[in-house]
């Protein structure tokens, strides 16, 4: 069995953001540095980690994608250029494409809406696909 | 018309598994000149060796074709094995057809064609080809060795054991370099002072050793055996010769703000300084940044109370030019300077220091006295974190950081961990890591212990970043096996910073024409074969400026390239490279364009006798190049408009025949 | 009938013995392919490369012809690297004056390091003379015979 088992979907999502995430060290700054850390199931360095084995499916599931904050706090200080920030928002317009959309609708955003968490994932979401 | 004997060589499988070996020796067997062709499978084995000797007797060669590695590795191997048959060396010729053949084709038929291009290249050449016979040159009995720490103090100490003279050039007012800040060593945790000061007063104490200390290396000329150094020894204002390193004058200077490197800028000295108190050579040095009388005339404390009439504001920066057989880079490290690492707060927090800035607070002779003391409250911390990997391993892009593992960070750390836990129980020691390296003799037993009796709490994972707040400094880190994200109270943060090639290594590289990798590391002659030579002949290199390496390693290749050196400087002549430039008297016009880029000054111009028409003698000025001093470079021969000047085993006419027989196909 | 053939560049590489003829072994050894139409020529300095070198390729029917020697500052003889960057210079005119393309001719610094750097300045190179095609212009016809 392949380690990869989604290898075209995922090959679609990296060549969409060009992002390598076979640069990844395991060196979790990325997760260290993360200020969502909290309010998320999957962390940075296991997005980089998850995709590269193929469990987009499982990541595109969570609600951790919706949790970043686009921040690109883990792209600044990632030793290896992997680009976490960039992947989750690649997983995200995936995730949004998929549905047959190119961008957010109005009436998608209040359900993934989190009181606790500022919302600037979902406006840079809406805002760079709303055009 | 040359008889040419070709040989290709499978190489195991390196080659034969791409290049069809029986193909390329049937079509090379039919070009022009070819007695005798064939293949082998290790050409450059004793059998594959006796192979060609056999064919070279049996069918009267003339010249040899060997399509096989590159010259640069086996070249050498088929010239001695022809000589021995009594074919001029400079018959041979080398394709190569597994580094630019067999090695990056994977399909067979293009590569076959592609060597038998190349063969027929060679055979092209070799038709050309002319014996030539190596002259020879002196060597002069003297090394140098640049830089003056533990590196190249083992260096010179080795060679001057041999018996020949060796000069140390050092930058700094003393020897001893990074291994004199540091504490203690790992794994044994002796010492690095009590270890390394003996090996300083040895080399003061050497009658073969001469220490330029505070000079630079400012020219280089000539080539292996002959190289002809300008050395500048920057003004000291202190006479070596009659200071006797009381120390009075570093006591009683008035100006007490100078920041001490020695200490990492942790402390101050005075502007008359002398680095450390085992210092070799134990003279004092005015910084003229900082001297008020260099600087405004009035105060000249120092040489009222210096009772041997050392001092002198006069003095001016010296150039000494010496002559050695040998030269040792020996130009070592830096650790990185953090400031670019925001997320740490290195240039923000004074608790943030980097390990080298920690050997010095734990260092007796360091600012705290050996107490560790927070920078900068002077308490006693209780909780320290250690980050590995700042500015190592990086991605190649990224600008802030190496690409390379620094290799002796997880090693320093762990003694870190080791030494404060032991001197302070009451301390609570984080270590972030990636990976925990430990290759090397009882490396691994140590990073055991600094955990299992030390109890250092090692973490998988990395600090994302160290905020200071209330005097805490707030650090934020992963810990990747738990999943969790810590955050710790700690009293200091020690980042284990990369270690960056010294900044004049660069300078030095050029001076010498020794190639240097991207990192700036002098890269070696063969990565595994010939570790501390460099590719230029005459040129060793020892310690850190090669690669990143621990001390016991440093003096091994410390020794090495000693031995290397001693090889050099234990022949009295050296065989010189017959491939040289000749000028045809004939068509030389004496223009002096050749004498012009000759980087050697191997050309000579002088007027000569020539029969002219009707018996009458002619007087013309024309070249001649002194086969000694002539490297082979071949400028001269382009340069030349007349088309006088060529060079031996590289003729127009040779690399002419190259380029038809590639273009012909 | 002709039988219509894939072109296949010819190109000539002029290589520095201290620089990027060790680059190029270094590609070898790292197996960092570039295409077979690419043949070195080894010199003991790109100083060494007598322009005429590059116009006789031309002659012959070469397609391209690339030097590469060690970076500036870095050459083995102190200096030679910066004649054969003056000479090409004028060369370059030479050419843009026959109405030579610029591309077909290149100079490149490659360090004893730079395997990598090899590899994919080879397949640039063969790209961008693949791209160019045949160079007819400066082949001497009966060359050919």
Redesign the interface.
């Known amino acids: 069995m392949s380690h990869n088992k989604n290898a075209a979907k995922v090959e679609q999502i990296l060549r969409s953001y060009g992002v390598d995430v076979r640069k990844c060290m395991r060196c979790g700054k990325c997760t260290a540095t993360c200020p969502a850390f909290d309010a998320m199931e999957y962390h940075p360095h296991q997005f980089i980690y998850m995709v590269e084995r193929g469990e987009v499916d499982k990541l595109a599931a969570s609600p951790s994608i919706w949790h970043c904050l686009s921040c690109f706090a883990c792209m600044e200080r990632c030793p290896r250029q992997v680009e976490p920030a960039k992947l989750i928002e690649a997983v995200r317009v995936a995730v949004v494409r998929e549905k047959g959309q190119n961008h957010l609708k109005p009436e998608d955003v209040p359900a993934l809406l989190d009181e606790d968490l500022p919302q600037q994932a979902i406006t840079s979401a809406f805002r760079k696909y709303s055009k | 018309m040359q008889r040419i004997g070709v040989f290709i060589c499978h190489c195991g499988t390196n080659i034969a598994a791409t290049v069809d070996v029986k193909a390329v020796a049937e079509a090379l067997s039919h070009e022009p000149g070819v007695v005798f062709s064939t293949d082998y499978q290790y050409m450059c084995s004793e059998s594959g060796q006796t192979l060609m000797r056999e064919a070279i007797r049996e069918h009267k060669l003339t010249g040899v074709v060997v399509c096989s590695c ?4 086996h070249e050498a191997t088929f010239r001695k094995a022809a000589e021995k048959e009594g074919l001029n060396p400079y018959m041979v010729e080398i394709a ?1 057809i ?4 067999s ?5 067979m038929k ?2 076959t ?2 060597a038998v ?2 063969g027929r ?1 060679a055979i092209a050449k070799v038709h050309l080809n002319k014996p030539l016979k190596a002259g020879e040159s002196p060597v002069t009995k003297r090394a140098l060795v640049i830089g003056g720490g533990i590196a190249g103090i083992q260096t010179a100490l080795d060679i001057a054991e041999a018996g020949f003279e060796v000069d140390i050039v050092e930058k700094e007012p003393t020897i001893g370099g990074k291994m004199a800040q540091i504490d203690k060593t790992f794994p044994t945790l002796d010492c690095a002072a009590y270890i390394l000061t003996p090996k300083m007063v040895d080399v003061a104490q050497n009658e073969k050793i001469k220490i330029f200390s505070y000079s630079e290396v400012e020219a280089v000329k000539g080539f292996v055996g002959n190289f002809k150094v300008s050395i500048r020894k920057k003004a000291r204002y202190v006479i070596e010769d009659k200071c006797t390193g009381c120390g009075l004058c570093t006591e009683k200077c008035p100006q007490k703000k100078v920041p001490n490197p020695f200490n990492m800028n942790l402390d101050t000295r005075r502007a008359i300084y002398i680095p450390f108190a085992q210092a070799v050579p134990k003279v004092a040095a005015i910084d003229a940044d900082y001297c008020t009388m260099l600087k405004t005339g009035k105060c000249g404390v120092c040489s009222k109370i210096c009772a041997a009439g050392a001092i002198d504001y006069q003095q001016k920066d010296e150039i000494v030019e010496r002559e050695y057989g040998a030269i040792v880079a020996a130009t070592g490290f830096n650790p990185l300077k953090p400031d670019k690492y925001n ?1 740490y707060g290195y240039s923000t927090c004074p608790d943030v220091v980097t390990s080298l800035e920690l050997e010095r607070l734990m260092n007796a002779a360091g600012p705290t006295a050996g107490t560790l003391l927070r920078p900068s409250d002077k308490t006693h911390p209780h909780t320290l974190v250690f980050v590995q ?1 700042v500015g190592s ?3 190649a ?2 600008e ?2 190496k690409p390379y593992c620094s290799k002796i960070c997880c090693m320093y750390t762990a003694k870190h961990a080791m030494l404060i836990r032991e001197k302070y129980p009451d301390t609570e020691v984080y270590v972030f890591y ?1 990976d925990v390296r430990t290759p090397g003799k009882n490396f691994d037993e140590f990073y055991r212990r600094a955990v299992e009796q030390y109890g250092v709490h090692y973490i ?6 160290v905020v200071e707040e209330n005097g805490k400094l707030k650090v ?3 810990d ?1 096996l738990s ?1 969790e ?1 810590l955050h710790i109270d700690a009293d200091m943060v020690v980042l284990a910073t990369a270690v960056e090639p010294d900044k004049s290594a660069r300078g030095i ?2 001076m010498l ?1 020794a ?4 990192n700036d590391f002098f ?1 070696e002659a063969h990565a595994k074969l010939r570790p501390v030579e460099s ?2 002949a005459g040129i060793f290199l020892s310690g850190v400026c090669q690669g990143p390496k621990d001390i016991p390693e440093t003096v091994s290749q410390a020794s090495a390239a000693a031995a290397k050196v001693i090889g050099l400087l234990a022949k009295d002549k050296l065989t010189c490279n017959p ?1 040289v430039a000749n000028s045809d008297e004939m068509l030389c016009n004496g223009c002096s364009s050749c004498e012009k ?1 000759c ?1 050697y000054g191997a050309i000579t111009y002088s007027d000569k006798e020539f029969r002219g028409p009707n018996r009458t003698t002619l007087i013309r000025r024309v070249a001649s190049v002194n086969e000694a001093v002539c ?5 001269c ?3 030349c408009p007349s088309g006088a000047m060529d ?1 031996k085993g ?1 003729s ?1 006419r040779q ?2 025949a ?3 027989a ?4 | 009938m002709q039988d219509v053939k894939e072109f296949r560049p010819k190109i000539v590489a002029f290589c520095c013995n201290w620089c990027s003829y060790a680059g190029a072994d270094l590609a070898g050894s790292a197996r960092l392919s570039y295409p077979a139409d690419v043949k070195i020529i080894r010199v003991p300095c790109s100083c060494r490369v007598n322009p005429m070198f590059i116009l006789r390729a031309f002659q012959r029917g070469a397609d391209g012809v690339i030097m590469a020697g060690c970076h500036p500052g870095d050459c083995h003889y102190t200096s030679g690297n910066y004649f054969a960057r003056r000479r090409m210079t004028l060369l370059f005119s030479m050419l843009d004056y026959l109405g030579i393309e610029r591309e077909r001719t290149r100079v490149e610094w490659i360090s004893a390091a730079e395997g990598a750097k090899f590899s994919k300045t080879m397949n640039e190179f063969v790209d961008t003379i693949t791209a160019l095609g045949e160079n007819k212009r400066l082949e001497d016809l009966r060359c050919k015979k």
């Open positions: 590159s010259p640069r590795m190569n597994r580094e630019q053949v090695w990056i084709h994977k399909d293009e590569a064609e592609k291009i190349l290249a997320e990997c391993r990086c991605d892009e990224n802030k950081g990636i998988k994972g990395q600090v994302g970043k934020q880190a992963s990747l999943g994200q590289a050029t024409t190639s240097m990798d991207t890269t590719p230029t491939c880029v980087p490297q082979g470079c071949g400028a021969t382009v340069a060079l590289f127009n690399i002419m190259e380029v038809d590639i273009c012909k196909m």
